[in-house]
């Protein structure tokens, strides 16, 4: 049997929830044997091939993530947002209530303790352009299965990933599932 | 009305006369949903969470009389699907971080979402721009995570005699106010002790320095639901 191929990717997160996926520790055992990784920060593939699952860490912050996310959505059979920021901005989204002009200025202008004596924010044409709102990743592309936590627990992604090797639909127990 | 029997999912439950169809559960140890509900003060009914269906009606069971013979639906897969919506909409209305709140764990809100498994908002966010108070020296009211129980409101005014606290506008401008000329709560005579600080079933209303005398996974929901245990405020809260 080929094995199955799972991709995962952090947009505005901040790896946490990567860290608990690799908490299963030696579950990752487990996993080797029945599936591949493909884009990954595990891999450093830059470009997602077809895969079975999706992982995704974090929301939606800027022009790149909306990309990564939408090239996610057309290459992986079934996306799971992991973790708090995917499910709701997370602590990424507290700028929604300031504009980001603001924001922009408290980071590289006025911010305690800045120095930047060129008095100019980040222009780079590389650099992704910041949205005004960070948003949850199911308010731009379909979601399949939702883990929340921050990070969600190892025990909760095991779950998930186990539930969908054997076919099941992933569920969670009352201790799996946290919003904290 | 005199005294009487209803059923609540098929189970006999006594009431005597005036009682509610919750005062009459919560006498027999049934849980019914509840947020705006508590048993020392009147009812407020505007969470819905209590609603039940009683002789075929939805009626919020929390305002709603018993009366003999009625039949009372709790805990269906109906109503369950209707209170994870009334859920998820209190949670994209407010600004909801789970992570880094003080009542994590302790929060009947985040507790009754756990006990109907929501595992998304489902609907788009919300993200309003509401005001944190924090000039009072023992109490900071983050109005971000306020659900507009009136529970404060109640407990300042009805045990309190204070009324430091009310709602004002309307809809979704609705928004809790403090009663001062200035509007802040450093200006009010709210004090450590009063019974207001001790009623919120959200970390709306925050006593300084004891947030976090109980370590995140130790916490009141954190191994047992809800309706097991009870909307309560934990030792360490009160
Ligand atoms: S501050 Fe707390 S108790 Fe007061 S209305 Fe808001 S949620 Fe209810
Ligand atoms: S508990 Fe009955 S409406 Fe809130």
């Known amino acids: 049997m080929s094995k199955i191929r799972i991709a995962t990717t952090s947009l505005a997160g901040c790896f946490g929830c990567h860290m608990s996926i690799l908490d299963i520790d030696e579950k990752l055992f487990d996993l080797a044997a029945v599936a591949e990784f493909d884009r990954s920060p595990i891999t450093d593939i830059k470009q997602c091939g077809p895969c079975d699952i999706g992982i995704v860490e974090g929301g939606v912050c800027n022009a790149e993530n909306v990309e990564v996310l939408r090239e996610f959505r057309r290459h992986c059979k079934v996306l799971i947002a992991c973790g708090a920021c995917a499910i709701t901005g997370g602590i990424p989204a507290l700028r929604n209530g300031v504009p980001l002009v603001e924001c922009m200025a408290e980071a590289y202008l006025d911010g305690i303790g800045t120095e930047n004596p060129s008095r100019t924010v980040p222009n780079d044409p590389e650099l992704p352009l910041l949205l005004n709102r960070v948003h949850p990743i199911q308010e731009v592309v379909r979601i399949d299965h939702f883990l929340p936590g921050c990070p969600p627990p190892a025990e909760a992604i095991w779950q998930a990933i186990s539930d969908l090797l054997a076919g099941r639909e992933p569920t969670l127990s009352y201790t799996q599932l946290h919003y904290d | ?238």
């Open chain 2, 1 to 238: 009305m005199a005294d009487g029997t209803i059923t609540i999912d098929g189970q006999t439950v006594p009431f005597t006369e005036g009682q509610t169809i919750m005062q009459a559960a919560e006498a027999a140890g049934v849980y019914i949903a509840h947020l705006c509900h508590h048993p020392e003060f009147r009812p407020h009914g505007s969470c819905k969470l209590c609603t039940v269906k009683a002789g075929g009606r939805h009626v919020a069971a929390c305002t709603a009389p018993a009366s003999d013979g009625l039949e009372v639906e709790n805990e269906s897969e109906e109503l369950a699907a209707g209170r994870r919506a009334l859920l998820q909409l209190l949670f994209v209305e407010g600004n909801h971080y789970c992570p880094f709140c003080e009542r994590s764990g302790n929060c009947q809100l985040q507790a009754l979402a756990y006990r109907y498994g929501m595992v998304e908002p489902h609907f788009p966010h919300f993200y309003p721009q509401r005001e944190v108070d924090a000039s009072h020296p023992d109490v900071v009211l983050e109005r971000n995570r306020c659900i507009l129980c009136a529970l404060c409101v109640r407990a300042s005014r009805d045990v309190d005699g204070k009324h430091v606290f009310d709602i004002v506008g309307r809809g979704i401008h609705a928004r809790l106010a403090v009663n001062s000329a200035s509007g802040r709560l450093a200006d009010t005579d709210l004090a450590p002790g009063d019974r207001a600080l001790e009623v919120c079933p959200v970390g709306a209303i925050i006593v300084r320095g004891r947030g976090f005398a109980v370590p995140i996974g130790e916490r009141l929901y954190d191994h047992r639901p809800i309706n097991e245990i009870g909307n309560r405020v934990p030792e360490s809260e009160q």
